[in-house]
């Protein structure tokens, strides 16, 4: 007993049994995704993406999670989003009994690139740690059929944790 003190005195932060680990969260980020956007109507292109098992616990009774910034860029089939006049951007979780969260409604400027902000007070804490995850980009303007932008997102989390398996 008095060895395995010891060590554990002598090593701070190691871990001496590694059979349940988990990561705080501080910042979940998406960085240059494909999305496939498909003309929903003649007024609008969607895309969306889902996540079955997220996997994220509260740790905090003050967790808290909100988008930071949301980027798309033209990747193919589309010169520029010159036809593109608004974006917006929701969070699913399919069958939790949450509403739709709309984290982004901005307008688009109509060039090759756009950023913008999320809603800073839109508490995404229950959808990451809902059973299941979505997200759905619109892009609102005449559509000119399917094409594909590069997708990048930031949530600032606070107080979440996942557990990493081996």
Avoid at 54 to 71: F, I, K, M, R, Y
Avoid at 106 to 123: E, F, L
Avoid at 126 to 133: G, P, S, V, W
């Amino acid at each position: 007993m008095r060895a395995l003190l010891l060590i554990a005195m002598a090593c701070p932060g190691c871990v001496l049994d590694s059979s349940h680990v988990s990561t705080e969260l501080v910042a979940v980020c998406t960085e240059d995704v494909p999305l496939v956007l498909e003309r929903e109507s003649d007024t609008r292109s969607t895309a969306r993406v889902e996540v079955k098992k997220v996997g994220a616990q509260v740790d905090d009774p003050d967790a808290h999670a909100t988008l930071d910034v949301v980027s798309l860029a033209v990747l193919n089939g589309v010169d520029d989003l010159a036809f593109a006049e608004r974006m917006t951007l929701d969070v699913l979780a399919p069958g939790s009994g949450l509403p739709d969260a709309r984290v982004v409604d901005a307008p688009v400027a109509g060039t090759a690139s756009v950023t913008a902000q999320g809603d800073d007070t839109i508490d995404l804490v229950d959808y990451l740690t809902a059973d299941e995850l979505a997200i759905r980009l619109a892009l609102d303007g005449p559509s000119p059929g399917d094409f594909a932008v590069l997708f990048d997102a930031c949530i600032d989390v606070d107080g979440i944790v996942v557990d990493d398996e081996e």
